[in-house]
């Protein structure tokens, strides 16, 4: 291994390093000279002008001692033209060794060595040991949000990224990283890749493609999850070896649609294990204005209410819960105790009138796509104009003109429409557009997408029922490939997940545990063996080898983990 000292002598021999080094030695030169003439200078003042006779060691001393501001005082001038010589000097000295020495040094020496440090930071390769690791193709938002996920399962992973400097940066931020090329086989070789888990493409379209190609000359089986920025490349990734390939914009719009359609009645998110997930809108049901107890519902169907979203803000469901007419409830439970709550809320499909979609590009003409398949009628709203032409025949009505315009929405039928979908990639624009059609129509059912994780607390308070990103989407949808489980979306940062019980609440009950209190989680089923029991009761006793299927967000699971852990 090459010590810092010979990394720096390499860098200095090529490209800008080698015009820095040649900086240095000229401005060394300029020095020297500066030196050398001032010393001169001293010997034939002292001489012609003082009448004093020094020794060439002393007339470097001296100019020295004066360029430097020491000023010992040992060697002085006592006349007139002495004494300016020695202010010329002193000025001089200042400006070369106190201002630009330092610039110089920190410019051309010390940023490049403290550069070659960095790019040595970097690992080229995983330890041949490494198994089931999680190997992501780039660092970006996705891959951020997914290592926050991967920790909190004991995941390892590695992130790959060809710049040296940008990996060192990652590396001191706390990020696994590997310094590779990306179409090189020798990285995924260096990466272990036969060993891992899976590998996660999430670079262009044509990069991803190549990334597939190359991995696949190495390893026919690593699990491959290519994202698809356009639906034409879903094919060619598949085609070039990748096992699941996520288009991730089609998603989105996908999942905005059936949340922004699920007025009325019972919406099924997805499975986990042998549970089965959905919300159940309250509105004009009779549990309206009763508790969570009041209602019997596990009594009744044998199904948890495990959470409750009111307002874009997901809460346990305590016994003594309200559930107002604007909840919507979370129940996990089996397939036959989801179709008892049919039966017993005698829910049916609420009579839709329609459905604004505001923004036509990817995500909301994908979004109104599938809501025409549904069958809802479609109010498409664009300021656009030269969409018109292609969008006149995708919704039932399309008005070209700025949302936040009143009588732009009233042509589109705001008065009439029962829920409005808002898909444009401006987080400001949809948080403006949140708060002015709720207060227009307070009882509208408002769906959105951002951009930025950072507006999502800002979306929820103008006034949406749910929020969903492209990174969340994202990171849920690799997760639970990781996991082994279909996709669950339960919103904006929650998560249904499995652990294994802490030793600090073996035998002891669920009441004695605490934990939706304690932590914000809600317990949604308990793995005992070969058992999986959803319908319980604050007397079970948890004991040594019970798994815990629960219900929250990142910052609620951390919690539990520094509390019982």
């Not at 001692?65 to 033209?81: A, C, N, Y």
């Not at 080229?124 to 951020?144: E, G």
């Not at 029991?533 to 990142?554: C, E, K, N, P, Y």
Request: contains cysteine.
């Amino acid at each position: 291994m090459k010590s810092p000292l010979g990394k720096l002598l390499n860098i200095f021999g090529e490209g800008e390093m080698r015009r820095n080094a040649r900086a240095i030695r000229l401005y060394a030169a300029f020095l020297i000279v500066i030196i050398l003439l001032y010393t001169t200078l001293f010997q034939l003042i002292m001489v012609q002008v003082e009448g004093q006779s020094h020794s060439w060691v002393t007339a470097v001393y001296w100019t020295l001692v004066t360029m430097s501001t020491l000023g010992f005082g040992d060697v002085t001038f006592s006349s007139d033209i002495g004494r300016l010589f020695s202010l010329a000097v002193l000025i001089s000295g200042i400006l070369l060794l106190l201002v630009v020495l330092p610039f110089t040094f920190i410019r051309f020496f010390y940023s490049p060595w403290l550069e070659a440090q960095l790019q040595g930071r970097a690992p080229r390769k995983v330890p041949t040991n490494v198994r089931d690791h999680v190997i992501i193709a780039r660092y970006d938002a996705i891959a951020a949000g997914l290592i926050e996920r991967l920790r909190a399962s004991q995941i390892p992973y590695y992130v790959v990224e060809s710049d040296p400097e940008t990996a060192g940066n990652l590396l001191s931020q706390g990020v696994s990283v590997i310094n590779g090329e990306l179409d090189n086989r020798t990285t995924y070789e260096d990466l272990q890749v036969q060993q891992a888990r899976l590998l996660f493409a999430n670079c262009k379209d044509t990069t991803n493609t190549n990334i597939t190609l190359t991995v696949r000359e190495v390893s026919d089986d690593v699990p491959i999850i290519s994202i698809a920025e356009q639906e034409d490349s879903i094919d060619i990734l598949e085609l070039s070896g990748s096992t699941h390939v996520l288009p991730l914009k089609v998603r989105l719009g996908e999942y905005l649609a059936n949340r922004v359609s699920a007025i009325g009645e019972m919406d099924i998110i997805g499975n986990f294990r042998e549970l089965r997930v959905a919300e159940v809108s309250v509105r004009n049901t009779p549990l309206a204005n009763l508790t969570v107890s009041d209602t019997r519902l596990r009594e009744r169907t044998g199904l948890n209410v495990v959470g409750i979203w009111h307002r874009g803000r997901l809460t346990p469901a305590f016994p003594q819960t309200l559930i107002s007419n604007d909840s919507i409830l979370v129940v996990a439970g089996l397939s036959k105790q989801l179709d008892s709550l049919n039966t017993v809320l005698n829910i049916r499909s609420h009579d839709r009138t329609s459905v604004m979609v505001i923004g036509a590009g990817t995500i909301g003409r994908v979004a109104t796509r599938a809501l025409k398949e549904q069958g809802v009628s479609v109010q498409l709203v664009e300021r656009n104009p030269d969409k018109k032409e292609r969008l006149k025949d995708m919704a039932d009505h399309v008005v070209i003109g700025n949302a936040n315009d009143l009588n732009v929405l009233k042509r589109a039928g705001l008065n009439d429409v029962s829920a409005v979908l808002l898909t444009t990639n401006d987080d400001a624009i949809n948080v403006y557009l949140t708060v002015y059609c709720r207060r227009l129509k307070p009882d509208l059912r408002i769906a959105s997408r951002v951009t930025h994780d950072r507006n999502l607390e800002a979306v929820y308070r103008a006034g949406a029922d749910f929020v969903l990103s492209y990174m969340s989407l994202g990171v849920e949808s690799v997760m639970s490939r990781i996991e082994g489980h279909e996709p669950l979306i339960l919103g904006e940062g929650i998560e249904l997940f499995e652990m294994k019980l802490p030793a600090s609440l073996e035998n002891k009950t669920l009441a004695e545990t605490r934990i939706a209190s304690r932590t914000g989680l809600s317990l949604v089923a308990v793995q005992k063996s070969d058992k999986l029991v959803t319908r319980f009761s604050a007397s079970m006793q948890l004991i040594a080898g019970d798994q815990l299927s629960m219900l929250g967000s990142l910052e609620q699971r951390k919690k539990f983990a520094e509390i019982f852990d």
